[in-house]
């Protein structure tokens, strides 16, 4: 665990309602399965009586996936500009304004299209944010995928996990993952929410969290599954990152259609 020694603002310890943020470029065919995760994550009792508000920030899609999102009951918000930050920046506030009854007493939550988040996602974040912490930053696993290479997962855990104790309370992890992230909104609104990036969005909102002294949780206990697909909707994202250490692997003739990122393991 990591926060800074900030006094949390008591409103942010007692959220009023919860939205669910998912940018989705194209994810037809994977979204159906991600906004049924989040639905059973929304059913858990720990948030019986508390509002969930899910949002489908549909970024530049040539496919279903707004038709999609709307048919499963989410909220959608379009895009145009094939840009994962200004996604999720406008799915937040389309969500904040859904839930505007509720002031800034809203818990912002944010996942993928082609992630999986588990029943206890949702209780698992308000559990923390009621005792305190303001940003909750979780981790995530790979799931299994037919071009996935048993060699690249292994070089991806070995990336993933290096420097994690046996105590496995203990660890701090480093990473940051828009697929499993959470945010009280008051300080979320007041380090100016996801920038307009291409990517790296997750991580500049917790640097810029960081700097305003928010109560920031970084915990292993409540992993996201996402997608092990090579076939990257962000140009350097998670995807990208996989392509790459695939290509390290194997020679790129071995990975047809796959090219180097130029993304470091």
Known sequence: MNASHAACASDDAHPAALAVVIPAHN??????????????????????????????AADA???????????????????????????????????????????????ITTTDADSLVPPHWLAHQLHHARHGWQCIVGTVRLSRHPVLPAATVARHNAHY???????????????????????????????????ALPHGEDRALVTALERGA???????????????????????????????????????ADVPGHRSTGLAP
Request: charge should be positive; aromatic fraction near 4%.
């Open 214 to 252: 928010c109560r920031i949780l970084r915990t292993d206990e409540c992993p996201v599954r996402t997608s092990g697909r090579l076939d990257p909707r962000a140009p350097q994202g998670f995807g990208a990152f996989l392509q790459q250490l695939t290509l390290d692997i194997a020679p790129s």
């Open 161 to 195: 996990f290096a420097g994690r104790p046996s105590l496995l309370h203990l660890w701090c992890p480093p990473h940051v993952h828009g697929a499993n992230l959470g945010v009280a909104a008051r300080p979320y609104l007041a380090a100016g929410g996801f920038p």
């Open 27 to 56: 994810e037809a065919r994977d979204l159906p399965a991600a906004l049924d995760a989040v639905r059973t994550a929304a059913r858990h009792p720990a948030l019986a009586d508390l509002p969930v508000v899910t949002v489908v």
């Open 61 to 107: 899609c040539r496919d279903a996936t707004p038709a999609v999102a709307d048919r499963l009951g989410a909220a959608v918000v379009t895009l145009p500009g094939r840009n994962v930050g200004a996604a999720r920046a406008a799915g937040v506030a389309h969500a904040l304004h859904l839930l505007r009854t509720h002031g800034d007493r809203i818990w």
